[in-house]
């Protein structure tokens, strides 16, 4: 009795517990057969959208990059070196007034364009009218004496020849009238400064060109030495143009000039983009400015057109070189990093290599490049930041559609001439 109480105690909690489970099943298995119906729900209708989720973020990772590409070309490329330089007129002229009066007219508009000998001005002319007619009457009068002084030497000579005068007499005389000869020879000078100073009255324009603004008005007297003269003239046909290019430029600078080629010079406005005349290389320094550590150089231009004006700043490009059969390509493809200036080449199965690059002279959109790639060859010029080596990448046209196999090619720049075609302007 004793030993199955003992064992009635010791089964009674457990066997209590089980029934009071059982008890809540009971009263809640339609709530727990809902709470299992919903979580199986959720893992069969959930699992795929986060396998989709992770398939389409997977296949994001794999979509091909965006880019445009352009083709590299084999073309004659122009190498140019440039420089700021400002226009200086061939000559200038300061119109100044060789005699002293009043100005008594002005034959020119300001800012006409004049001739080498046309009429300038005019001054008063009565002064040196007046200064001709006495040289003239001081001639006609020396004329006399001098005609005078030959008679009597004549009748002198026959008379020492009979011994009837001293030989001193007949010295005397012919000293007389070679004096005479010398006066009329001043005479005649004097004439011909009077003559000459009547011309100076009359101002004429000693090289043709334009004239500026008049420095004095009618009615004032002039002086031969004013300042100001009258009127200033600028020759701008042909103009130079002054402008300096940094030391490092003169080796090729000095060979090409050196071996008596003509270079051409070109000359642009303040911008860059409008051309404004064609010319060549006139003079070279014989120094280096030590301040600023450049060389002077001069060009001319026939500026027929006259687009080049007195101390105008303009833009020069001075050709001293043509690369034959160079490989071109857009300066918007040239990369750079760490690893240095390198390129992002279109292969054919359209993913990107990385090529190291050595690149040449550029102009405008262009630059030449010396080593790591060939003609022909496509480079990315947009989109290059996101890419890496292998990337594969979809080729954009200009108008956003994708192509497989159409490139773009570069755009001439202007030092560049593509072969077998005509030279871009």
């Given at each position: 009795m004793d030993q199955k109480s003992m064992v009635e105690k010791k089964t009674g909690p457990?066997?209590?517990?089980?029934?009071?489970?059982?008890?809540?099943?009971?009263?809640?298995?339609?709530?727990?057969?809902?709470?299992?119906?919903?979580?199986?729900?959720?893992?069969?209708?959930?699992?795929?959208?986060?396998?989709?989720?992770?398939?389409?973020?997977?296949?994001?990772?794999?979509?091909p990059q965006p880019v445009t590409a352009v083709m590299t070309n084999k073309a004659d490329?122009?190498?140019?070196?440039?420089?700021?330089?400002?226009?200086?007129?061939?000559?200038?002229?300061?119109?100044?007034?060789?005699?002293?009066?009043?100005?008594?007219?002005?034959?020119?508009?300001?800012?006409?364009?004049?001739?080498?000998?046309?009429?300038?001005?005019?001054?008063?002319?009565?002064?040196?009218?007046?200064?001709?007619?006495?040289?003239?009457?001081?001639?006609?009068?020396?004329?006399?004496?001098?005609?005078?002084?030959?008679?009597?030497?004549?009748?002198?000579?026959?008379?020492?020849?009979?011994?009837?005068?001293?030989?001193?007499?007949?010295?005397?005389?012919?000293?007389?009238?070679?004096?005479?000869?010398?006066?009329?020879?001043?005479?005649?000078?004097?004439?011909?400064?009077?003559?000459?100073?009547?011309?100076?009255?009359?101002?004429?324009?000693?090289?043709?060109?334009?004239?500026?603004?008049?420095?004095?008005?009618?009615?004032?007297?002039?002086?031969?030495?004013?300042?100001?003269?009258?009127?200033?003239?600028?020759?701008?046909?042909?103009?130079?143009?002054?402008?300096?290019?940094?030391?490092?430029?003169?080796?090729?600078?000095?060979?090409?000039?050196?071996?008596?080629?003509?270079?051409?010079?070109?000359?642009?406005?303040?911008?860059?983009?409008?051309?404004?005349?064609?010319?060549?290389?006139?003079?070279?320094?014989?120094?280096?400015?030590?301040?600023?550590?450049?060389?002077?150089?001069?060009?001319?231009?026939?500026?027929?057109?006259?687009?080049?004006?007195?101390?105008?700043?303009?833009?020069?490009?001075?050709?001293?070189?043509?690369?034959?059969?160079?490989?071109?390509?857009?300066?918007?493809?040239?990369?750079?990093?760490?690893?240095?200036?390198?390129?992002?080449?279109?292969?054919?199965?359209?993913?990107?290599?990385?090529?190291?690059?050595?690149?040449?002279?550029?102009?405008?959109?262009?630059?030449?490049?010396?080593?790591?790639?060939?003609?022909?060859?496509?480079?990315?010029?947009?989109?290059?930041?996101?890419?890496?080596?292998?990337?594969?990448?979809?080729?954009?046209?200009?108008?956003?559609?994708?192509?497989?196999?159409r490139r773009e090619k570069t755009n001439n720049a202007p030092g560049q001439k593509r072969?077998?075609?005509?030279?871009?302007?």
């Amino acid at each position: 009795m004793d030993q199955k109480s003992m064992v009635e105690k010791k089964t009674g909690p457990h066997l209590t517990r089980i029934q009071s489970f059982s008890h809540f099943i009971r009263r809640h298995w339609v709530i727990i057969v809902i709470t299992c119906v919903i979580i199986i729900a959720g893992i069969i209708f959930i699992r795929p959208i986060m396998m989709k989720f992770g398939t389409g973020k997977k296949s994001d990772n794999q979509r091909p990059q965006p880019v445009t590409a352009v083709m590299t070309n084999k073309a004659d490329f122009d190498v140019y070196l440039k420089g700021l330089g400002t226009v200086i007129p061939a000559n200038t002229v300061t119109v100044k007034s060789q005699v002293s009066g009043q100005l008594m007219s002005v034959h020119f508009k300001e800012g006409q364009h004049v001739n080498k000998g046309d009429l300038l001005a005019e001054i008063d002319p009565r002064p040196f009218q007046v200064q001709l007619m006495q040289a003239e009457g001081q001639l006609a009068r020396d004329q006399a004496f001098l005609k005078n002084a030959e008679s009597d030497l004549v009748l002198y000579k026959q008379l020492i020849a009979q011994d009837s005068i001293a030989a001193q007499q007949v010295t005397t005389q012919e000293a007389l009238v070679k004096q005479y000869r010398g006066v009329i020879e001043t005479d005649k000078g004097q004439i011909a400064n009077a003559k000459l100073q009547l011309i100076y009255a009359r101002v004429i324009a000693p090289i043709t060109g334009r004239v500026g603004l008049r420095q004095v008005d009618p009615g004032n007297m002039v002086q031969v030495n004013d300042a100001n003269g009258i009127v200033v003239i600028t020759q701008l046909q042909p103009v130079t143009v002054v402008f300096s290019l940094p030391q490092d430029n003169l080796t090729i600078l000095m060979k090409r000039w050196n071996s008596g080629e003509s270079l051409p010079v070109q000359a642009y406005d303040q911008e860059g983009k409008v051309l404004l005349a064609n010319g060549k290389l006139l003079a070279i320094d014989n120094q280096i400015d030590t301040t600023t550590g450049t060389i002077k150089l001069k060009a001319i231009f026939d500026n027929k057109d006259n687009k080049l004006f007195p101390n105008q700043f303009v833009n020069v490009r001075l050709k001293v070189d043509t690369l034959h059969d160079a490989t071109v390509m857009s300066t918007a493809a040239v990369q750079r990093g760490s690893i240095g200036t390198f390129a992002y080449v279109v292969k054919d199965d359209k993913t990107v290599t990385v090529k190291m690059l050595k690149l040449g002279p550029a102009e405008g959109d262009n630059v030449v490049v010396m080593e790591g790639l060939v003609p022909g060859e496509s480079v990315v010029t947009v989109g290059g930041d996101k890419l890496r080596e292998g990337t594969k990448v979809e080729i954009i046209t200009p108008d956003g559609k994708g192509t497989s196999g159409r490139r773009e090619k570069t755009n001439n720049a202007p030092g560049q001439k593509r072969r077998q075609s005509s030279e871009t302007k």
